[in-house]
C-alpha cells in the first residue's frame, strides 16, 4: 500500500500514474475517486477536490490515468476496450495500492464509463455509490460529429497548446483518445448492459447542452439500472457543469455522498437537500 502525500506518484503496473490526495487518508475516513475526461488529468479537476472534500469531509483522490497529465504515455492506438481495460485492470489494483477502505467512485464522461463498468462488474463492498458527470454508455452521432471537429480544433488552432499546459505528452493524450473513439470500429461500443449490476446508488450530473451525448445516456441509465438512480440535468451548461455550472454540481454531488455516508454512519455533514 502507498503511503498518500498531497501530491505524487503510484506505479501500476508498468505506469507511474500522478495523484492529488485532499482531505483525510483513506484509513481515516471515506475516499471519494476521482475518474477524468478523455482529455483530462488530475490537475484539470481544479479546485473541485477541495471542495468535494470541504463539502463532505472525505478525503478526495484524483488521479492522471496512463497517457494523461504527468502520468506514463501509452502506446498507440489505444485498444477499442481501453475503458474496459481501466475499470477492470487498472482501477482495482489502484484502488488497492491507495488503501481504500470505502467511499464513491466519482467520474466525468470517459471517467464515468469506466466508473459504470467498474461499478456493474466488480462487485465491490467498498463503493458506497457511484457519481456520473456527462456519462457515455453508448456512442451517439453527436459524439462522433463534436469528436471529429475537436480533432480538427487540435490540428489547426491554439487547442494543442492550451492542453499542453496539462499533459506531459499532448500527443499522447490526444490522440490516444481522439483516434479511438473516430475508429468506425468504435461505433459499436456499448456498455450499458454493466448498468443492470449496479448495486449502490447512481447520481448522474448532465449539461443540457451537452455537445458530447444527449439525454439519451440518462435515458439508458433509468431503463437499465435497478439500482436508484438521482438525475440533476443542468440547464446552460456542457460537457463539464463542474466547471461551468461549479456551484450547482458540488451542491448535488455532496449531497448525494453525504446522504449514502450518512446511511452508512460516517457522514460528517447533514445533506443540505
Known amino acids: 500500500m502507498t503511503r498518500l502525500t498531497s501530491n505524487g506518484f503510484i506505479s501500476i503496473g508498468a505506469s507511474d500514474l500522478e495523484y492529488r490526495m485532499t482531505g483525510p487518508a483513506p484509513d481515516a475516513a471515506p475516499t471519494l475517486v476521482l475518474l477524468h475526461e478523455g482529455l483530462g488529468s488530475a490537475a484539470l479537476w481544479g479546485d473541485f477536490p477541495d471542495k468535494l472534500a470541504a463539502a463532505t469531509g472525505a478525503g478526495v483522490f484524483a488521479y492522471s490515468r496512463a497517457g494523461y497529465g504527468a502520468s506514463s504515455p501509452v502506446r498507440l492506438p489505444r485498444p477499442l476496450d481501453y475503458m474496459q481495460r481501466e475499470a477492470l485492470d487498472v ?3 489502484l484502488l488497492d495500492a491507495i488503501g481504500f477502505r470505502r467511499g464513491l467512485l466519482i467520474g466525468h464522461s470517459d471517467g464515468a464509463s469506466i466508473a459504470t463498468i467498474y461499478a456493474g462488474s466488480v462487485q465491490d463492498h467498498r463503493v458506497r455509490g457511484v457519481g456520473l458527470i456527462a456519462p457515455h454508455f453508448v456512442v451517439e452521432d453527436i459524439s462522433v460529429t463534436s469528436i471529429a471537429k475537436i480533432k480538427v480544433d487540435y490540428e489547426t488552432t491554439g487547442l494543442k497548446a492550451k492542453l499542453g499546459r496539462w499533459h506531459r505528452d499532448v ?6 483518445w481522439n483516434d479511438a473513439w473516430l475508429d468506425p470500429a468504435f461505433r459499436s461500443w456499448d456498455i450499458s448492459d454493466a448498468l443492470a449490476y449496479i448495486r449502490v446508488p447512481v447520481a448522474i450530473v448532465q449539461g443540457a447542452d451537452d455537445q458530447y451525448g ?13 439500482c436508484p438512480v438521482e438525475v440533476d440535468i443542468i440547464p446552460g451548461a456542457g460537457h463539464a457543469p ?8 458540488l451542491r448535488t454531488l455532496a449531497d448525494f455522498t453525504n446522504r449514502i455516508l ?3 454512519g460516517e ?3 447533514e445533506p443540505t437537500v
Not at 171 to 176: C, I, L, Q, S, V
Open 91 to 93: 482501477l482495482p489494483q
Open 171 to 176: 500527443d499522447n493524450a490526444f490522440y490516444g
Open 214 to 226: 444527449t439525454l439519451r445516456q440518462i435515458e439508458i441509465a433509468q431503463a437499465e439500472c435497478y
Open 242 to 249: 463542474h466547471r461551468e455550472a461549479p456551484e450547482r454540481t
Open 262 to 264: 450518512q446511511t452508512h
Open 267 to 269: 457522514s460528517r455533514f
